[in-house]
C-alpha cells in the first residue's frame, strides 16, 4: 500500500488561508468517506483535527475544515495563526482493510 | 479523561523481539478498536496494525505481516504489539490509539505519548 501523495510544504502568511492536498487511489480515499486529518508538532503525539472527511472533534478550531473529490482530499486552514504552524498528516481506510497515511506536510507560518 | 500509556520500547538486537504494551483509561475500552501507529526518526506516521474492540478481527499492514501481532486484555484495559524478528526499519517511536469505532473505518481520536522501540546490532 504506497503512501497518499501530499505537498512536502506550504506556507502563508498569518491571518491567510491556505490548503493542503492528499492524493489517493480508488482504493482509499475516492473508496471510502473515511479519511481523516492529524496535526503533529515537533516531539508530540498527533492530533485528531478531521475525520470522516468533512468533522471537526469537539475542541478543534472551526478554522478547520476539509472535503474530498474523488481520489483527492484537502484541509483548509483559514485564518492562519502562529500555533498551526505543524506537519499535518491525511489518512484514508483501504478496501484491504488496512490504513494508510500520507508523506505529510509541513506548514509553515511566515 | 482519556490516558493511553505506552510501555516496553527499548534496544533490540536483529532478528530478536519485544512486547509492547499500551495501559487505557478514562473510556469502555471494549467499546473501541485500537491501534498501532509509528514513526520511524525524521519521517512520517506509518500504520501498523489495529484490532477491534472484542478483538477478534486484527488487520496488518504488509510490511509487519507474519512477524507482529496485536492483541488485547479488556479486563486488564491493556494492548499489546509482540514484535518478532524485528529488522533495522522496525525501529520507530511507536504510538497506540483509540479509534472512533468498535470496528474500523473512522479516524483514531486520542493518542498515547509514544515509545521508543530501537532495533541495532
Known amino acids: 500500500q504506497s503512501a497518499l501523495t501530499q505537498p512536502a510544504s506550504v506556507s502563508g502568511s498569518p491571518g491567510q488561508s491556505i490548503t493542503i492536498s492528499c492524493t489517493g487511489t480508488?482504493?482509499?480515499?475516492?473508496?471510502?468517506?473515511?479519511v481523516s486529518w492529524y496535526q503533529q508538532h515537533p516531539g508530540k503525539a498527533p492530533q485528531l483535527m478531521i475525520y470522516?472527511?468533512?468533522d471537526r472533534p469537539s475542541g478543534v478550531s472551526n478554522r478547520f475544515s476539509a472535503s474530498k473529490s474523488g481520489n483527492t482530499a484537502s484541509l483548509t486552514i483559514s485564518g492562519l495563526q502562529a500555533e498551526d504552524e505543524a506537519d499535518y498528516y491525511c489518512?484514508?481506510?483501504?478496501?484491504?482493510?488496512?490504513?494508510?497515511f500520507g508523506t505529510g506536510t509541513k506548514v509553515t507560518v511566515l | 479523561e482519556v490516558q493511553l500509556v505506552e510501555s516496553g520500547g527499548g534496544l533490540v538486537q536483529p532478528g530478536g523481539s519485544l512486547r509492547l504494551s499500551c495501559a487505557a483509561s478514562?473510556?469502555?475500552?471494549?467499546?473501541?478498536?485500537m491501534t498501532w501507529v509509528r514513526q520511524a526518526p525524521g519521517k512520517g506516521l506509518e500504520w501498523v496494525s489495529l484490532?477491534?474492540?472484542?478483538?477478534?478481527?486484527?488487520y496488518y499492514s504488509d510490511s509487519v505481516k507474519g512477524r507482529f501481532t496485536i492483541s488485547r486484555d479488556n479486563s486488564r484495559n491493556t494492548l499489546y504489539l509482540q514484535v518478532n524478528s524485528l529488522r533495522v526499519e522496525d525501529t520507530a517511536v511507536y504510538y497506540c490509539?483509540?479509534?472512533?469505532?468498535?470496528?474500523?473505518?473512522?479516524?483514531?481520536?486520542?493518542w498515547g505519548q509514544g515509545v521508543l522501540l530501537t532495533v541495532s546490532s
Open positions: 490509539a483509540k479509534a472512533r469505532n468498535y470496528y474500523y473505518g473512522s479516524g483514531f481520536d486520542y
Open positions: 484490532i477491534s474492540g472484542g478483538g477478534s478481527s486484527p
Open positions: 470522516d472527511v468533512t
Open positions: 480508488s482504493s482509499d480515499v475516492g473508496a471510502y468517506n473515511y
Open positions: 478514562g473510556f469502555t475500552f471494549s467499546n473501541y478498536a
Open positions: 489518512s484514508s481506510y483501504t478496501s484491504s482493510s488496512t490504513y494508510v
